[in-house]
């Protein structure tokens, strides 16, 4: 296994976080911080088709949006029912 790069949480259609007690917390947003993705260019202060949000700079990225995924709601469940 390795950790999620940027282009990673760019792709994704959801997000989740895990733990060894059987937990499974959907994340709807990962804020990047100061965290800098130089190969997108977009309008500034956008968010774009995939849910990207963009701030002041054109080729910075604030946040990746994640709402309402079936995959990671019924990822969710399964484990909270078993």
Known sequence: LRPPTLDD???ASGVFIT???RLVMPV???ALGDLK?????RNTGSVD??????????S???SYCYP???T???IKRWVLDD
């Not at 990207?52 to 700079?57: E, I, Q």
């Open 9 to 11: 949480l760019r792709r």
């Open 49 to 58: 088709e995939d849910g990207v949000k963009y701030g002041d700079a054109p």
């Open 28 to 30: 709807h947003e990962v």
């Open 68 to 70: 309402n995924c079936r």
């Open 72 to 74: 990671t709601e019924s």
């Open 37 to 41: 993705s130089s190969s997108v260019v």
């Open 60 to 62: 910075l990225p604030t």
């Open 19 to 21: 733990s060894t007690s």
